[in-house]
């Protein structure tokens, strides 16, 4: 046995083939012909993120290494690369075989642009930023949240202005440069005809241009769960685009019964959403929060109760304080309604005669903290208590039922006040 492997391995290692195989040169390297790198690539540009299929064409070479041109790289004869934004990308393929390594010179690869597309314009805000990011949110008129039949007929329809807090105030965000979709319920989903558990929720999309029955492309959502708009499953998580405009994109998918929801969004702008809650589309009237403790403080902004911490306990506003009536209208109309007295502060304040009054109001961004100021523009008029300090009123929080106020400019004395809807 002995004598026999040892004939068998002689012959094996005097074969031509593994003499080829393991042979050097003096300078003790692997030999073979230098790799010659090559490489074809593919566009699909049917959708967004658009991908591109790379094939190694490359001889005498089995190692490869891939330089996207965005910064990443990757391995592998063929290969499929996503580029999220639109661009040209210098790719180069690295391969090394036995012979060494080549390379191909950086080759320009042409990622196209879908902002041509209305629908993907509007989606990502292409008007303004070359397809960076937008966030939508519901809109006010009649018919923002709709349900159809097969055929498109109506079934349901919400009427303007009617949607619950906890869903007028969803944000739903698409992103041009990374395909990221980002829904956020600031609190509460509504669903099933209550407002529920929040269901905020992020993951990814794909946008088809050619998609969809009117022409202007589809969103496919690609996280299971997610939705836009009602918290509804849509068959294949894809919504069609309805229409695109600057100022309005309406949304329409299938669910596994044949029937549709449609929601029509808007983009969204803290101004005119805060106008939205202040004014109810129309007019709304607001009183002094009487339940709750310290309904009115006194200080600076950074220490809001450093003069006057307010009244300890609820229910200790003077009763011709506490019936006051504080009325703001779409057409930005602000009026006061003392009922019989005002309270007029002082050291002590005293209930006197009622200063009932109306002005015409500006609401504009916030200067300092808050979502939105309005400033009133005639001299004596005042919410709350008459010795704010100035005309100028943040709105530090708001929803349907409560508002934040503080009076006066941020660098100076302000008044926080606590209000809630008639």
């Known amino acids: 046995m002995k004598n026999t492997w040892n004939k068998a391995a002689w012959v094996l290692l005097a074969s031509p083939l593994f003499l080829a195989a393991c042979k050097k040169n003096d300078t003790g390297s692997l030999?073979?012909?230098?790799?010659a790198a090559s490489f074809t690539s593919t566009v699909n540009s049917s959708q967004y993120p658009v991908t591109v299929t790379f094939t190694d064409n490359s001889t005498n070479g089995f190692i490869n290494e891939w330089e996207f041109g965005d910064g990443t790289t990757g391995t592998g004869k063929t290969v499929t690369h996503t580029y999220n934004q639109a661009g040209t990308y210098q790719v180069r393929l690295v391969e090394s075989?036995?012979?060494?390594?080549?390379?191909?010179?950086?080759?320009?690869?042409?990622?196209?642009?879908?902002c041509g597309n209305a629908g993907f314009s509007t989606l990502v805000n292409c008007q303004s930023n070359a397809a960076g990011a937008r966030v939508f949110t519901y809109s006010n008129a009649e018919g923002a949240v709709k349900r159809l039949d097969a055929n498109n007929n109506v079934i349901s329809s919400s009427a303007a202005n009617s949607?619950?807090?906890?869903?007028?105030?969803?944000?739903?965000?698409?992103?041009?440069t990374s395909a990221s979709y980002t829904y956020e319920s600031n609190g509460g989903t509504y669903a099933s005809g209550t407002c529920g558990t929040?269901?905020?929720?992020?993951?990814?999309?794909?946008?088809?241009?050619?998609?969809?029955?009117?022409?202007?492309?589809?969103?496919?959502?690609?996280?299971?769960?997610?939705?836009?708009?009602?918290?509804?499953?849509?068959?294949?998580?894809t919504y069609d685009v309805i229409e695109a405009t600057a100022t309005t994109l309406r949304l329409r998918g299938t669910l596994a019964d044949g029937t549709k929801t449609e929601v029509t969004l808007v983009p969204f702008d803290a101004v005119t959403r805060v106008k939205q809650l202040l004014t109810n589309g129309t007019q709304k009237t607001w009183?002094?929060?009487?339940?709750?403790?310290?309904?009115?403080?006194?200080?600076?902004?950074?220490?809001?109760?450093?003069?006057?911490?307010?009244?300890?306990a609820a229910g200790q506003l003077p009763a011709c304080q506490a019936d006051d009536e504080f009325t703001f209208s779409a057409?930005?109309?602000?009026?006061?309604?003392?009922?019989?007295?005002?309270?007029?502060?002082?050291?002590?304040?005293?209930?006197?005669?009622?200063r009932s009054d109306s002005t015409p109001f500006t609401l504009t961004a916030a200067d300092?903290?808050?979502?939105?100021?309005?400033?009133?523009?005639?001299?004596?008029?005042?919410i709350g208590i008459t010795d704010a300090p100035d005309l100028t009123y943040r709105i530090l929080a708001i929803t349907d039922k409560t508002m934040?106020?503080?009076?006066?400019?941020?660098?100076?004395?302000?008044?926080?006040?606590?209000?809630?809807?008639?």
């Open 97 to 114: 075989g036995r012979g060494g390594t080549g390379s191909t010179p950086q080759t320009a690869v042409v990622i196209p642009s879908l």
């Open 287 to 312: 009183l002094l929060d009487q339940a709750s403790a310290a309904p009115i403080i006194v200080g600076t902004e950074s220490n809001p109760s450093q003069y006057y911490a307010g009244n300890p």
């Open 404 to 422: 934040l106020l503080r009076a006066g400019k941020s660098t100076g004395t302000v008044f926080t006040m606590k209000l809630v809807a008639k």
């Open 31 to 35: 030999e073979g012909g230098a790799p």
């Open 163 to 176: 949607l619950t807090s906890c869903q007028a105030d969803d944000q739903f965000t698409f992103s041009g």
């Open 331 to 354: 057409s930005n109309v602000y009026t006061y309604d003392a009922k019989a007295e005002t309270f007029v502060a002082g050291s002590p304040g005293s209930c006197q005669a009622p």
């Open 198 to 237: 929040s269901q905020s929720s992020s993951g990814s999309f794909v946008f088809k241009p050619t998609g969809g029955a009117s022409g202007l492309g589809q969103i496919i959502l690609q996280k299971a769960g997610t939705f836009i708009g009602e918290p509804v499953a849509v068959n294949n998580l």
């Open 368 to 382: 300092g903290a808050g979502l939105a100021q309005f400033v009133l523009g005639k001299a004596g008029t005042f």
